[in-house]
Nanobody
Framework: QVQLVESGGGLVQPGGSLRLSCVAS????????MGWYRQAPGKERELVAV???????NYADSVKGRFTISRDNRKNTVYLQMNSLKPEDTAVYYC???????????????WGQGTQITVSS
């Protein structure tokens, strides 16, 4: 099994910045793509950003130019640097990883428990 634990959420004023971290642990053989999703009240969960094992990234249009995803493969950690935050960024942010555990023949998706980001003055 793989466990994903997020940290770095909280309350921030519009225009402010936050950095999320997500550490993967467990019997990991390899981690493929890692990403961040978010879910606002009354809305569906949506992709924010994703990064593959080679470092290629993809972003939702709504966060391009403001958010940056990165990863440290040695630490099994993915980050999300969020700048110029807006009230519409308020949501629960979830870390997701596609990983293969030791002894498994295929990879599976794993999710963190989520961390609340509130952007408000």
């Amino acid at each position: 099994q793989v466990q994903l634990v997020e940290s770095g959420g909280g309350l921030v004023q519009p225009g402010g910045s936050l950095r999320l971290s997500c550490v993967a642990s467990g019997s990991i053989f390899m981690i493929n793509a890692m990403g961040w999703y978010r879910q606002a009240p009354g809305k569906e969960r949506e992709l924010v950003a994703v990064i593959n094992s080679g470092g290629s990234t993809n972003y939702a249009d709504s966060v391009k130019g403001r958010f940056t995803i990165s990863r440290d493969n040695r630490k099994n950690t993915v980050y999300l640097q969020m700048n110029s935050l807006k009230p519409e960024d308020t949501a629960v942010y979830y870390c997701q990883g596609n990983a293969r555990v030791a002894g498994a023949f295929a990879s599976s998706d794993y999710w963190g428990q989520g961390t609340q980001i509130t952007v408000s003055s």
